[in-house]
Nanobody, 124 residues
Framework: QVQLVESGGGLVQTGGSLRLSCAAS????????MGWFRQAPGKEREFVAA????????RYADSVKGRFTISRDRSKNAVYLQMNSLKSEDTAVYYC?????????????????WGQGTQVTVSS
């Protein structure tokens, strides 16, 4: 049974930082492309960042480029999202996802497994 469990969300002030974690079980993060998506109230779930199966390629939404960094740790079977210079518009529930296709896709339908999400709130 595949499980993706996000953690690390919380309340932070504008300009602050948070590091989200996604612990995987039932699959190896090195065998999947892993992505982060987010959903703000009243909005569609949107792509944030992804790392390829090989780990050699990453992809970011324009809105977070230069501020967020996706990484993974094979030994811990986990994926991370380091978020710096946070803005109020980053407030959302953040979801971890895994894609068997292995590429850094930005489309939700490419992802096979999803976590339950972790809330990030950025206050101004």
């Amino acid at each position: 049974q595949v499980q993706l469990v996000e953690s690390g969300g919380g309340l932070v002030q504008t300009g602050g930082s948070l590091r989200l974690s996604c612990a995987a079980s039932g699959l190896a993060v090195s065998s999947y492309a892993m992505g982060w998506f987010r959903q703000a109230p009243g909005k569609e779930r949107e792509f944030v960042a992804a790392i390829s199966k090989s780990g050699g390629n990453t992809r970011y939404a324009d809105s977070v480029k230069g501020r967020f960094t996706i990484s993974r740790d094979r030994s811990k079977n986990a994926v991370y999202l380091q978020m710096n210079s946070l803005k109020s518009e980053d407030t959302a529930v953040y979801y971890c996802a895994a894609s068997w296709l292995g590429n850094t896709g930005a489309t939700r339908s490419l992802y096979d497994y999803w976590g339950q999400g972790t809330q990030v709130t950025v206050s101004s």
